[in-house]
């Protein structure tokens, strides 16, 4: 097998990422970013006038020397001292600054990282919940799971340190040349040279790391849905002794990641020394130009300032080269993680730009009851009436009684343009009616409950549910008319009863009991370890696959809905829970308009009508009776299964 890297990223970062996460940085955090802004540049000019104080100090040291050999020690103490003291008290109070300055930004920057990074996984999250269905089927869940951990992790760097350092290393530079240029234009301009040739090996080499920073993060995407993919799929691995083929797939992904996180890095890893390397050349330069002119005599003075080039201004100048140098290399060591971050954060973002699940609905779900005049009004109290509100144009809005009326009319659809699924369907459930799809697998009879609840948008046709177009209604109270049991059960970590609960969130536990009995489940619950309160985990592996469904039917029992899907619902239960949870949906059902899908035909033989589905058509449609006297494909179907049984 050979597997393919998910793609869909670009090779390099959009433009503008770094200004977005800028601006979702500031977004939040303006005013503490201001107090850091202030203290950066505090910092930066403390760590930059250093010099002046040795230039100060070296000049008084030369000055004592002068009063020494005329006046001897004493009177030179006495003149120097009272002014080297004051020299290094300032020097002292000034770096005190420093520390203070460099102490408040660092600790509001940690917060401002961690809460800014609370805040993109929760907008990361709040986004997701908006994708539609076909996100998911689109993109590996791994991968999806790897903006929350690998991208992520890539922004924290960047905003505690690299964003303030490059800042900070900036500022130091802009003073730097600033007080270089006062005290010698020909000195400063040999270290600009250098400082334009650190420049340009750091965006050359730079910019080749940026590509493969990319490709980091998207293999690691890729590892990581792998690894959930084997995760959940372990049993099937085991089955199928498939444990040295996974073991070498992996190796191949891993080897992969391995290249392009080793190209990334190896270019960064160059970077650093070759640009210590060239620092201390222009250091040497430096030294050897300033002695030149500090010994020539007859070398003209060059500085801005009028002075001569003198010992005094040579000490400071050569601390100052090196300063100079730290800092372009500290921001180049930068520019690296700024790449990764740009990566991690590109892919953070294309997952914020996907389009949202479209809801032009405007018809909502009320509560109704009706009046005096027997009108059906809104009702601000928990009536069970349901009806759908609807606002006109006119400004008046009319109340539908919530019945359960579904009719599909000429339905085409298909989960990719290219190919149609379902052709032509038109079926009514009537209010309380029970209609039944069966049909041979991949007939299509899910998909016509996917456009029922709106996973997916039709692409022809319509479907109205109590004569209302259904695009129209807006999804999350379309979904809330709905009770729906999928073919595949899903259980989250948490208790039974909150398992049960979650088909509705404010039920007491008496109506979840009533539920769970409702769908038969009752007894088996109260067998477990701790009841109701026992834990499930793993998609509730501490069941059994027949128990689980128990529960999933419990959950749409509690949330009461006037209609029910049920695909698939007592596929895994044997035959006699299978009676007993029949006639608990029986009555789970009565009043309620209901489509079952099911293999076992004796699940749906007393349903009002019955569709057999083949290739996405409905072939046939009936009751069970005039279906059998047909001798057509239900027939087939139902004597097939009946001899199987
Ligand atoms: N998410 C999807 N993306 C693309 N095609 C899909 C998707 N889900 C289903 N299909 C296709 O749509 C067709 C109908 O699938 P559907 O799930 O409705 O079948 P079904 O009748 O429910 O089958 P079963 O009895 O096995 O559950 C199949 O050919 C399938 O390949
Ligand atoms: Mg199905």
């Not at 007859?298 to 300032?305: A, G, Q, V």
Request: hydrophobic share 40%.
């Amino acid at each position: 097998m050979t597997r393919k890297q998910p793609m869909g990223g670009r090779p390099k970062a959009k433009k503008g990422t770094l200004g977005r996460v800028l601006r979702f940085v500031t977004r939040y955090y303006r005013p503490a970013l201001i107090v850091v802004i202030v203290c950066l540049v505090i910092s930066a000019i403390v760590n930059s006038v250093g010099g002046l104080f040795t230039n100060r100090i070296t000049e008084l040291i030369e000055e004592g020397l002068g009063v020494y050999y005329v006046y001897g020690p004493n009177t030179a103490l006495a003149q120097i001292m009272p002014q080297v003291l004051k020299t290094v008290l300032t020097l002292a109070a000034v770096y005190l600054t420093g520390l203070i300055c460099n102490f408040t930004w660092t600790r509001i920057m940690a917060s401002v990282t961690q809460g800014t990074l609370r805040n993109m996984r929760n907008t990361m999250f709040e986004k997701m919940q908006t994708l539609p269905i076909k996100y998911f089927d689109t993109h590996p869940h791994g991968d999806t799971m790897s903006h929350y951990t690998n991208d992520i992790e890539t922004l924290r760097q960047l905003i505690s340190q690299s964003i303030p350092s490059l800042i900070s290393s900036g500022m130091i530079l802009i003073s730097l040349v600033f007080i270089m240029l006062y005290f010698s234009v020909w000195l400063a301009l040999v270290v600009f040279a250098g400082a334009c040739l650190m420049l340009f090996v750091t965006k050359t080499i730079g910019g080749r790391s940026a590509r493969y920073f990319i490709r980091q993060q998207r293999s690691l995407g890729h590892e990581e849905g792998y690894v959930e993919e084997m995760m959940t799929g372990q049993k099937v691995v085991k089955v199928f002794c498939h444990e040295d083929a996974c073991k070498k797939e992996f190796d191949e992904i891993n080897e992969q990641l391995f290249r392009d996180a080793e190209s990334a890095n190896r270019f960064a890893n160059i970077l650093m020394p070759i640009l210590g390397n060239i620092g201390n050349l222009l250091y040497v330069l430096v030294v050897f130009i300033g002695g030149a002119l500090v010994i020539g005599a007859d070398i003209p003075n060059l500085s801005l300032s009028g002075k001569a080039l003198d010992i005094a201004v040579l000490i400071p100048f050569m601390g100052m080269t090196r300063q100079f140098c730290m800092n372009i290399n500290q921001a180049s060591q930068h520019v690296n993680s700024i790449a990764m971050a740009l990566a991690g954060a590109s892919r953070i973002f294309d997952l914020l730009d996907e389009e949202p699940e479209a809801d032009e609905g405007y018809v909502t779900l009320v509560n109704a009851a009706y009046n005096k005049k027997g009108e059906l009004v809104e009702s601000d109290k928990h009536t069970s009436t349901w009806a759908w509100k609807h606002p006109h144009e006119d400004g008046t809005v009319t109340y539908t009684l919530l019945q359960g009326d579904v009719r599909f009319t000429d339905v085409d659809f298909g989960y990719v343009p290219e190919k149609t699924v379902l052709h032509n369907i038109s079926l009514y459930a009537e209010p309380g009616q029970k209609v039944a799809f069966v049909g041979s697998t991949g007939a299509g009879k899910t998909t016509i409950t996917n456009l029922i609840n709106r996973f997916y948008d039709i692409a022809d046709g319509k479907v109205r549910y109590d004569g209302i177009n259904i695009n129209k209604i807006k999804k999350a109270d379309l979904r809330r008319s709905l009770g729906v049991i999928l073919q595949e059960t899903n259980l989250f970590t948490g208790t039974v009863m909150e398992n049960i609960r979650y088909g509705r969130l404010d039920a007491s536990d008496e109506e979840v009991y009533a539920a769970a009995q409702l769908a038969n489940a009752h007894d088996f619950i109260t067998r477990l370890p701790d009841g109701y309160n026992t834990m499930l985990t793993g998609n509730g592996a501490n069941l059994s696959q027949g128990q689980r469904q128990l529960i999933s039917i419990a959950r749409a029992a509690v949330a009461d809905p006037p209609v029910m899907i049920m695909d698939e619902a007592t596929s895994s239960i044997d035959t006699r829970t299978e009676a007993l949870v029949q006639q608990g949906m029986d009555g789970l059902m009565c009043g309620r308009t209901v489509f079952v899908i099911a293999h076992r035909l004796s699940t749906v033989r007393n349903s009002d009508v019955i569709m057999v589905l083949e290739h996405g058509r409905i072939i046939e449609r009936g009751s069970h009776d005039d279906l059998i006297a047909k001798h057509g494909k239900y027939y087939q179907l139902y004597t097939g299964a009946f001899e199987l049984d």
